[in-house]
């Protein structure tokens, strides 16, 4: 009797914590929180203790957060953890908290893993808003306004030509399937090192001359890295600070990426200083800008390293990434590549590549380039914005510090916006003549093109070198090649890579040369 006594009370004891935890979950609904005037937060699915609705996120979180949204409309809340997550699953009301009110909706949570330990605080993207950002914004955007572009548009153009000459020999001109993965096995990164050198020109004024380079493989490790490890939904030890003290791998790796960010990309400014105090013509770039007004600005080594990783890590995996979809995809449209080679023998002819002017001439082209954008954004949930002081939307509350999560998944896939969303149809944008840039001024945001470089105050500030260099890469590649798949293997595109940025999971395609005009260009190139 005593025995069975002294059991019942271990087992009590034993379940005590579930049992508080359960206590809590039914006595408090943190969903139920509203400001001083009764004005309660948006509905949303409720979660479990403690760990709120983590574990049903799942492997791909934007296909949950869309079936949220088709139960809980247009802005829902859910809890990760301790946090209050916004998700905004609508144009309209994208533009009018994100864009209209952007002097609240600007901020950024410091995430554990991102922001404080693999950016230590500094940089853009990670920084929260306040005149610290302003500056870092200000500082880079001398290399990416719309003058800069231009004056550097030659490198894009070079290196969108290198491109097409590497997949050609790698291909052995067009007998040998192909991987143009950013990183993996049996794959050689071209789309990545186009994009790299693009953006080694642009930060450091210098380029890589082969994909054996050993830059190559280290940026495009790093810039996976940090796609792997800085999901904005995707660490709980973001959301439960008990963890942060625990010695978990995802700390451990976040700290490795810090390190390796520092001593690679400060190491490459170490170099330009050092040609600098030689006397050394040193190509312009935003490291010779960022040394140049490092004083009067107050910048120490870690601000520069650390902006010059935004744009390593910015400008690298996501344009490649674009590319990769569309390799991966576009062999599947015999009939979608049929016209698109109409439109460029009629505009461009064979005799010479298409260039930035041809873009407004070549409407199919342009408009493929948008429809992979839409079906394939590698930023499903973007780099979500917070809430710098209580707000009242359509009489919901929206509390301080709220993380809102622009949901481009469902927005993309809108039926009422995109007829059959699930199609691949370049069509649907043949009349949309805007570069995406343009398109996100629209005042009426439901004809915005799509949402892949975020909105508001911290848009993308590389969405113009962006454009011109997937543009450039995308409509050479359709220009130069017949691409296939390689028979026998269907390239699935349901399941990908990554957990900020999204990539195809390795594939293969065949390429072939659209005839002897085009093979002799190709010949011509000179990586
Ligand atoms: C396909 C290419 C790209 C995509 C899809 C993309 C997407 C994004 C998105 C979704 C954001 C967050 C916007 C927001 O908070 O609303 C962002 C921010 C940012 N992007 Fe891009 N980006 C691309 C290319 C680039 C390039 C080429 C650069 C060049 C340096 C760049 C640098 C940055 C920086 C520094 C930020 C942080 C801005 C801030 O917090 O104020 N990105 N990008």
Not at 84 to 113: C, H, Q, W, Y
Not at 211 to 222: F, G
Request: glycine residues 6%; contains cysteine; neutral net charge.
């Amino acid at each position: 009797m005593h025995l069975v006594f002294n059991s019942i009370i271990i087992s009590l004891i034993s379940l005590l914590p579930a049992i508080i935890c359960y206590l809590l979950y039914i006595s408090i609904d943190p969903l139920s929180l509203q400001d001083e005037h009764g004005n309660k937060i948006s509905s949303g699915p409720r979660g479990i203790p403690i760990l709120g609705s983590f574990p049903f996120l799942t492997k791909y979180p934007e296909l949950t957060l869309n079936r949220w949204a088709k139960s809980f409309g247009s802005l829902y809340s859910i809890y990760l953890g301790n946090q209050l997550f916004m998700i905004i699953s609508d144009p309209v009301v994208a533009k009018d908290l994100i864009v209209n009110n952007g002097s609240t909706f600007s901020g950024r949570k410091e995430m554990f893993i991102k922001s404080q330990i693999v950016f230590a605080g500094r940089g853009i993207t990670a920084t929260p808003y306040n005149d610290t950002w302003r500056k870092h914004r200000r500082i880079a955007f001398k290399w990416l306004n719309q003058n800069a572009v231009d004056s550097y548009t030659d490198v894009l153009d070079r290196e969108a030509s290198v491109l097409l000459k590497s997949l050609w020999d790698e291909s052995k001109k067009g007998r040998l399937p192909i991987n143009p993965q950013v990183l993996g096995l049996s794959c050689s990164p071209h789309a990545g090192r186009c994009s790299l050198n693009n953006m080694l020109t642009i930060t450091f004024g210098t380029r890589t001359d082969s994909i054996h380079d050993s830059l190559v493989q280290t940026a495009l490790r790093l810039s996976r890295a940090f796609m792997n490890c800085t999901g904005p939904m995707s660490n709980l030890v973001d959301f439960i600070p008990l963890l942060q003290r625990l010695p978990l791998p995802i700390i451990h790796r976040a700290k490795n990426l810090h390190n390796d960010l520092v001593e690679t990309y400060g190491g490459l400014i170490k170099m330009v200083e050092g040609d600098m105090a030689s006397g050394i013509d040193v190509k312009d770039c935003l490291a010779k800008t960022m040394l140049e007004i490092r004083d009067e600005e107050q910048l120490d080594h870690l601000d520069m390293a650390i902006l010059a990783s935004a744009f390593m890590i910015g400008g690298v995996e996501t344009t490649a990434a674009v590319m990769q979809w569309f390799s991966a995809l576009i062999p599947a449209y015999p009939d979608i590549q049929q016209k698109s080679h109409e439109e460029l023998d009629r505009v461009v002819g064979r005799d010479r590549l298409p260039t930035i002017e041809d873009e407004p001439n070549l409407p199919y082209c342009h408009a493929i380039v948008k429809e992979v954008e839409r079906c394939y954004n590698p930023f499903w949930l973007g780099t979500p914005h917070t809430v710098t002081s209580n707000f009242v939307y359509q009489g919901k509350f929206i509390p301080k510090d709220t993380v809102m999560v622009l949901n481009t998944w469902t927005m993309h896939h809108d039926e009422n916006r995109f007829k059959n969303p699930e199609i691949f149809d370049p069509e649907r944008y043949l009349n949309d003549s805007l570069t995406s840039s343009q398109s996100s001024n629209l005042s009426d945001p439901s004809q915005r093109d799509h949402w892949m470089f975020g909105a508001g105050r911290r848009i993308c500030p590389g969405i113009l070198v962006a454009e011109r260099e997937i543009w450039l890469t995308i409509s050479r590649m359709l220009w130069a090649f017949q691409m296939s798949e390689v028979p026998g293997q269907k390239i699935d595109l349901k399941e990908y890579d990554g957990k900020s940025g999204r990539s195809p999971l390795p594939f293969q395609i065949m390429i072939q040369a659209r005839g002897e005009s085009v093979v002799k260009i190709l010949e011509g190139i000179e990586g």
